[in-house]
């Protein structure tokens, strides 16, 4: 065995040294971002996420400001009864479990058109604030059933009532219900409308800041007179007008449903694969309904689509469940596919029970 003197052990040390160095350097520079790599969380959810009355939900991804997601749906009780909230406002981390925080509303609800209910809100954040449509609806009564819209500074509230955005008055659509807002980049819209011969699926230019109809514009009608909780979306080239039809709120006997049409411009023609128009009151494009075995019945007045972390749509709706039997409209949520040549589809067209949940970053 040969014996290595003091002096050349010690530049052998040295040059290990050096090797190592240049090893360790070249790994940074070859792989600078393994250190970088996204991760997800995915949590499992049963439906519905929300287990009690939670009807016509609206969902905002709120992360980037409070770290937070916010759904909000139609009042909750009887008006002027000490339990009744006005506004339900919920919030959550992961999409799944949902936390009560406030009434977005409270003592001061708008009450423009006495005698009527906040139904159907639709959440937003325009230009710095918490914008807020809805409507005031009086049952039976289309000519008083209106929207109107709220803003505030702050995404549980308390909203600030601007009042009446449009009505029979102001539009000639009766039922003016269940409003929508839309930003397509270049301009701002509203949809609204329900059921009834006098009413349909309408929509409409806005101001630059989403808070009145743009000067000079007229309504637009885009569906029949048997949807309601119209939402529109924007995919590739192409403007998807999601609506709900038929019975809403007869428990077990609900027959609602999601019906989705297509086009290329943001106020139609929309049509469905064969070129069906949406207008016409036969119209049944159908995306999603209850199961035949009614562990959900009447699914639908869905929400704008989340969109998770790795490019997923989410869609939150309302539906009766039996698991509490049917006892008020529950909150549930389903992935949207899509199909080759761009239609949206449910896994089944009904209502999953339970599966992974959207994918968000750690």
Excluded at 95 to 101: A, C, Q, R
Excluded at 252 to 261: I, L, R
Excluded at 297 to 324: C, E, L, Q, R, S
Aim: hydrophobic share 35%; with cysteine; charged share 20%.
């Amino acid at each position: 065995m040969a014996i290595c003197s003091a002096g050349v052990l010690k530049k052998y040390i040295e040059m290990k040294k050096y090797l190592l160095l240049i090893v360790t350097a070249a790994t940074v520079l070859l792989f600078p971002y393994c250190s970088k790599t996204p991760s997800y969380v995915t949590i499992k959810y049963e439906n519905p996420v929300i287990r009690h009355n939670c009807p016509d939900p609206t969902v905002i991804d709120d992360r980037a400001r409070t770290g937070y997601f916010y759904a909000y749906s139609t009042q909750n009780g009887i008006s002027e009864s000490e339990e009744c909230v006005y506004l339900p406002v919920y919030r959550s981390t992961d999409l799944i479990n949902w936390e009560y925080v406030s009434d977005g509303f409270g003592p001061g609800r708008p009450q423009w058109e006495p005698g009527s209910r906040i139904w159907a809100p639709d959440i937003n954040y325009i230009n710095g604030q918490y914008v807020l449509y809805y409507a005031l609806g009086v049952w039976g009564d289309g000519r008083r059933s209106a929207s109107g819209v709220a803003v505030s500074d702050k995404p549980e509230g308390p909203f600030n009532d601007l009042g009446m955005i449009v009505n029979y008055a102001t539009t000639g659509v009766g039922n003016s219900i269940d409003p929508c807002f839309f930003d397509d980049g270049d301009n701002k819209y509203l949809y609204w409308g329900s059921l009834g011969k006098e009413s349909g699926i309408w929509g409409i230019k806005l101001t630059d800041d989403g808070l009145h109809v743009k000067e000079g514009a007229m309504p637009v009608k885009l569906g029949g007179t048997r949807f309601e909780g119209v939402y529109m979306h924007k995919r590739g080239g192409n403007y998807y007008m999601f609506v709900s039809a038929d019975a809403c709120c007869i428990g077990k006997e609900s027959t609602y449903h999601v019906v989705v049409g297509r086009s290329d411009n943001p106020l139609g023609p929309f049509v469905d694969p064969d070129g069906n128009i949406m207008i016409e009151d036969s119209y049944d494009y159908t995306i999603l309904h209850g199961p035949k075995d009614l562990v959900f019945a009447g699914p639908g007045h869905n929400a704008k689509f989340i969109t998770d972390d790795v490019g997923n749509d989410w869609m939150f709706y309302h539906g009766y469940w039996n698991g509490n039997e049917y006892s008020g409209r529950c909150m549930l949520i389903d992935q949207v596919k899509w199909t080759k040549d761009g239609w949206p589809y449910f896994e089944g067209g009904a209502p999953s029970i339970s599966g992974d949940g959207p994918k968000l970053n750690k």
